[in-house]
């Protein structure tokens, strides 16, 4: 299966159940503690009722924005491998020339995992080469705390292994470019 199907197919609305852990990109890992419908100003929605126990916060979150949020099921086995395939193929292309800032905040704040591991990869790439402004840092920094949680939470490692798998990879695409 093509890599970018694998990837899109995880950002695709999802329905969850009561008891379904998910990964929310500003608080990490959660679980479904109930989806209920609440009526507002006459207008019934349903939400879901996430317990983020890492933080010691619970939250609603509407159901039919959950995707917009970005909120995410766990990735399997072959979509983790298949994002950091796209870290070390985008390591070894040709960089972007005079991207700026608004290129960086629409992948890194992408629902697509696809355009994030890109987002990643382009700003590991420019921090090595002229380095980064503070708010390009910051982006990189949300970017891989997005692509480390999901691969927390999907292969049940701690976060400094899932860290140093995204950067292995990376450089392992930066070494196959530097001997072409």
Do not use: Q
Request: glycine share 6%; net charge positive; aromatic share 10%.
């Amino acid at each position: 299966m093509e890599i970018f199907t694998i990837l899109k197919r995880n950002s695709v609305m999802f329905m969850f159940k009561k008891g379904s852990k998910v990964f929310y990109p500003y608080h990490g890992i959660g679980k479904i503690d109930d989806v209920f419908t609440r009526e507002f100003g006459g207008k019934k929605e349903k939400y879901y009722s996430i317990n983020f126990v890492d933080e010691n916060l619970k939250m609603m979150v509407p159901v039919d924005k959950a995707d917009d949020l970005g909120l995410r099921k766990f990735l399997t086995e072959e979509e983790v491998e298949a994002l950091l395939e796209v870290l070390k193929k985008r390591a070894s292309e040709p960089r972007e020339k005079d991207v700026d800032r608004s290129y960086f905040l629409h992948m890194i704040g992408s629902l697509d995992i696809f355009d994030v591991a890109k987002g990643v990869c382009e700003l590991l790439c420019k921090r090595e080469t002229t380095g980064l402004k503070r708010d390009e840092d910051e982006l990189l920094k949300r970017g891989i705390d997005i692509l480390n949680g999901l691969i927390v939470c999907s292969k049940k490692v701690k976060p400094a292994e899932a860290r140093k798998m995204i950067i292995d990879y990376w450089k392992k695409g930066l070494n196959k470019k530097k001997k072409s």
